[in-house]
């Protein structure tokens, strides 16, 4: 049953981690200039970097329920896990300010945005890899 649960919330990380770096990806690549489209996107990626933050979270809280403690991770696992929980919250907020502020901005600064959005968003996942492999 733990290992369900387990890989229902992995299904939920995956699409979630797929989305903050496709989201960005299309913005630069597919969609660049097209406003309206953007918004929806920063939207979408501001919905699954919480998403990332609520579903890793359920990992921890699902060990805790099935084991009564917390992983038992160390060293550069900690690590991996702090960067990623840091890209989440900055994703996060950046995402946020750009769908409720982009309609006011010159073009230079949302592709900043978006460019800092795909960073995190590759930092992220690179640390997932570090994160699974060293824990
Ligand atoms: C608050 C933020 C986050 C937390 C607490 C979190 C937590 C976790 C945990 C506990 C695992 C399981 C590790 C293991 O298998 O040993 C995991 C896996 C994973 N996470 Fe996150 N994560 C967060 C954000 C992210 C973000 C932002 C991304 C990507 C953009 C991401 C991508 C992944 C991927 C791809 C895996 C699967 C790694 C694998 O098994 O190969 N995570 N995460």
Redesign the pocket.
Known sequence: MQNFVYALI?VI??F??AT??GTAASALWLVRGDVAVQHRLALLAAAA?AI??AS??L??ITTFYFEGHL?DIHGIAVDA?LI??S??VA?FILAVIYAKSDSGWAKDKQLLIWRALLTL?VV??GS??F??WF?
């Open positions: 992995q990380h995956n979630g981690a903050v770096v970097w990332q933050a890793g979270a990992f921890g992983p896990l990623k929980i890209c989440a994703g968003g992220a996942l997932a890899a994160l699974r824990s």
